[in-house]
């Protein structure tokens, strides 16, 4: 990938600035932090901070009028000498919203809902252009802030349910449209859960510089869920009489339980969901599990890097949320691709694994 095409489009207007084809990029992808990724442009060429930058790899195909689906898409964070500096499209949803305790049968309509009210009817300048739709899949969710009601950023949402239900905001697609001189695109995002999976060995020669890290559960992961009747009168005020309802245990290997086993970590750490039988579309208590104790599942960190486009795994088929059981020296790792990076200098892409981080930074945000 030595040659991308690079599309400036107007944040206001959806207006094409630019096309150039670019030979000198770093394409940085990770779902968990918000990455900065770096082009240089072949050419003259006019953007600003906030536009949105396109990216097509000369390989893709397009289809219909002008419609294509992006390599990568980011928005313009600011200029370095003569590089453009772009960070991942999710990053301009990161506005405060009120997150109340909530559940329901659909994550990807929960989204939707608040991305709608608290975006799209309050930012008059995307409404012309850009597009939202969810997913076919309708998957169960519960979410309980420590202290509800609580000030949230909408981006850590993105995250947390990322972690748990596998479901990102993305863009989909890409559609050119002729409207008088102007060439104006259109840009539709679109909520949807990643249900793809493929199998990876440590043994093929094309993936090379492993590197594993794993959480045993004893480093602030929580691995065991109490759910509480919330509407019990002695709750909380008599806490010996609380009402336990159920009670959950999740394993080394990503598995619920209902019993403690030795593929439980020790000691465990306790997680509390306050249960209200009485709210609309009450979720199950798996399905509460599933959502408070599943996104610890894979916790752990696994990089390598792979040859370009390798008969294994192409860079068609990578996308955020890529489900993959990684065969690494006798032992299986059930896992996600979180992110990924693409350079012009190197033949090699860099592959992240796994929904924790070992660099310092971030266990120092974990413990706080």
């Given amino acids: ?29 990770d779902y968990l932090s918000l990455e900065k990724s770096s082009f240089i442009l072949f050419g003259d060429w006019t953007a600003e901070v906030g536009d949105f930058l396109i990216v097509k790899s000369s390989d893709t195909k397009v289809t219909g009028i002008g419609s294509f689906k992006p390599f990568y898409t980011g928005v313009i964070d600011s200029f370095e000498d003569d590089s453009i500096i772009a960070i991942e499209s999710y990053g301009m949803f990161a506005f405060d919203f009120v997150a109340i305790s909530m559940s329901g049968q659909s994550i990807e309509k929960n989204l939707y809902d608040i991305l709608t009210y608290n975006f799209y009817f309050t930012n008059d300048q995307l409404n012309s252009y850009t597009f939202l739709t969810y997913g076919e899949t309708s998957t169960p969710f519960s979410y309980q802030p420590s202290q509800p009601p609580t000030i949230t950023s909408f981006q850590d949402y993105l995250v947390d349910n990322f972690k748990k239900y596998n479901v990102t905001v993305e863009v989909d697609f890409v559609k050119s449209l002729q409207q008088n001189t102007s060439n104006t695109y259109q840009i539709y995002f679109k909520i949807k859960k990643k249900t793809n999976k493929i199998q990876l060995k440590n043994n093929s020669y094309s993936f090379i510089n492993w590197s594993v890290y794993e959480n045993d559960g004893t480093n602030g992961k929580e691995n065991k869920l109490w759910i509480v009747d919330k509407n019990n009168p002695t709750f909380p005020s008599n806490p010996a009489y609380t009402t336990i309802l159920s009670v959950w245990y999740i394993d080394v290997n990503g598995n619920l339980t209902q019993s403690i086993n030795d593929n439980v970590a020790r000691p465990v750490t306790n997680k509390i969901y306050l249960y209200d039988a009485s709210q ?18 894979y916790a752990h960190e696994i990089d390598f890097d792979m040859i370009e486009n390798d008969n294994f795994l192409t860079l068609d088929q990578l996308e955020i949320g890529l489900l993959v059981d990684i065969f690494y020296n006798g032992t299986i790792y059930s896992s996600v691709l979180t992110g990924y990076s693409v350079s012009s200098q190197n033949n090699f892409v860099s592959l992240k694994f796994g929904n924790i981080r070992s660099t310092l930074s971030q266990a120092i945000k974990n413990l706080s």
């Fill in 1 to 29: 990938m030595k040659k991308i095409d690079v599309y400036i489009i107007d944040r206001a207007t959806g207006i094409i600035k630019n096309y150039n084809p670019c030979y000198d990029f770093e394409i940085v992808r």
């Fill in 280 to 297: 609309p579309d009450a979720p199950t208590y798996l399905e509460i599990a599933q959502s408070e104790l599943s996104g610890n599942q």
